[in-house]
């Protein structure tokens, strides 16, 4: 369970250049990591490959040396995002799983910048 914690929180580290660790939000909000625990095994219990499948975005987001999160963005008006691009939109699964980790965060922790 604490890789599938670690690869989610780590999503976004590269872009900013702070590395994540165990701890990381101890000082800013210190439940963060039972949150995102939770939040994850409620999503297994829907369905089993909910923590492969949220390690599967975190590989394909790294995969093109990324690691930025930007396989999270949705499609704007003037902008396509990687969430439905044709290489990722039969392959990866489980948005919602991160939508509902970072909204467990914000609710808990407001005004905490998430690396999600």
């Given at each position: 369970m604490f890789p599938t914690l670690f690869l989610l929180l780590s999503l976004a580290t590269a872009a900013i250049g702070t590395p994540l660790r165990p701890g990381f939000y101890s000082e800013t909000c210190p439940e963060a990591e039972f949150i995102v625990r939770d939040v994850i095994k409620k999503a297994m219990a829907r369905e089993t490959r909910s923590?492969?499948?949220?390690?599967?975005?975190?590989?394909?987001?790294?995969?093109?040396?990324?690691c930025d999160g930007s396989v999270l963005l949705d499609d704007t008006p003037n902008m396509l995002g990687e969430k439905?691009?044709?290489s990722n939109i039969d392959s990866l699964r489980s948005f919602e799983v991160i939508d509902e980790v970072k909204e467990a965060l914000e609710n808990t922790c407001p005004g905490v910048s998430l690396l999600c």
């Open positions: 923590a492969a499948s949220v390690m599967r975005l975190q590989f394909h987001d790294c995969l093109v040396n990324g439905l691009a044709l």
